[in-house]
């Protein structure tokens, strides 16, 4: 997370974190993390698609009873074209899109 949040400040946006876990959950600790890191990701590169004072990513995470909930909301530019090529993929060899269907992967894993 910590690595998430210094990639977002070199580029100029504005983190809110709130998260809290509990200490045993019933998804692996490498799911939980591509979820986290994948959608970190999407939210870091449509923010870079947005200008320089318009640029934030709030992020929420908390236990209710056996779930866990995950809000993540950015800033993001409706005129950008997000089915390229990103400026900011370091995954050049993988396509546009990958990174949702392993979250959508993990997500039927646990049923939703």
């Known amino acids: 997370m910590n690595e998430k ?4 400040n070199i580029h100029g946006i504005d983190f809110d974190i709130k998260a809290i876990a509990p200490p045993n959950l019933n998804i692996d600790d490498i799911d939980l993390s591509s979820v986290l890191f994948n959608t970190l990701d ?4 449509a923010c870079i698609n947005c200008s320089e ?5 709030n992020l929420e995470l908390w236990p209710d009873g056996n779930f866990l909930y995950y809000k993540i909301i950015n800033s993001y530019n409706p005129d950008k074209n997000y089915s390229n ?6 995954k050049e060899y993988l396509s546009s899109g990958y990174g949702l269907s392993i979250i959508e ?4 894993k646990y049923d939703g």
């Not at 090529?85 to 370091?90: A, L, Q, R």
């Open 5 to 8: 949040y210094a990639e977002g």
């Open 42 to 45: 999407n939210a870091i590169e």
């Open 53 to 57: 004072d318009n640029r934030y990513i």
């Open 85 to 90: 090529k990103s400026i900011y993929s370091k």
């Open 105 to 108: 992967d993990i997500v039927n």
